[in-house]
């Protein structure tokens, strides 16, 4: 649980010896509950990359810098024919993509056929939403995504197979619904402390 301060409420304090004491008060006793409240929560899918959320991404995913992501990314792009033009600063496609997305997904390899079967479709077609089809906010190139190629990861260098990884999954993951949850906070009090 978090401690929350008596006096002033707060979830922080920098006040070590008080902790400690408000520690030794609270530790192996029984706690009171004097609230419990449920709450539905929800987190829409990741949008797609541009250059900008990819190198982000890619450093806290993979401890790439920004140079270096540029660089595979231009790789896969270039040599692979993996990704489309990485030097984007859009995280949208144009409406009339819908036929290049289906396309990517089917020349995707083996590995990701799991997670493209289990896409939510209606009548046959994937959900049509603005954080991915949006035409005004598409400049110059569209987001980043797989072109549609067929390719093999396993002769990319471990760097290109990392970042197209990154990719694809971002790709996908864009087209699943939101994630829902029930968030559950209940309050205690014990020794005087909340």
């Keep these: 649980g978090l401690w929350r301060d008596p006096e002033t409420k707060e979830l ?20 009171v509950v004097v609230s419990s409240q449920r709450e539905q929560k929800s987190v829409p899918p990741p949008q797609l990359f541009d250059l900008t959320s990819l190198q982000r991404e890619a450093n806290r995913a993979l ?25 984007t600063d859009s995280r949208h496609l144009p409406r009339d993509m819908v ?7 089917e020349t995707l390899p083996a590995a990701y056929a799991p997670y493209v079967s289990g896409l939510p479709r209606k009548n046959g077609k994937l959900p049509f939403s603005t954080r991915v089809y949006d035409d005004a906010k598409v400049t110059d ?10 390719v093999d990861p396993d ?29 559950t906070t209940v309050i205690t009090h014990c020794a005087g402390h909340a």
């Design 12 to 31: 922080r304090s920098f006040d070590k010896e008080a902790l400690e004491e408000g520690r030794k008060q609270v530790a192996r006793r029984e706690a």
């Design 63 to 87: 401890g790439f810098t920004a140079d270096k992501t540029l660089k595979t990314a231009q790789a896969l792009y270039e040599g692979r024919k993996a990704l489309t033009y990485p030097r």
């Design 99 to 105: 036929g290049r997305v289906y396309k990517a997904m």
């Design 141 to 150: 190139h569209h987001a980043i995504i797989p072109t549609g190629q067929q």
């Design 155 to 183: 002769k990319f260098t471990p760097d290109e197979k990392a970042l197209y990884d990154l990719v694809v999954r971002r790709f996908l993951a864009a087209f699943y619904p939101a994630f829902e949850y029930e968030q």
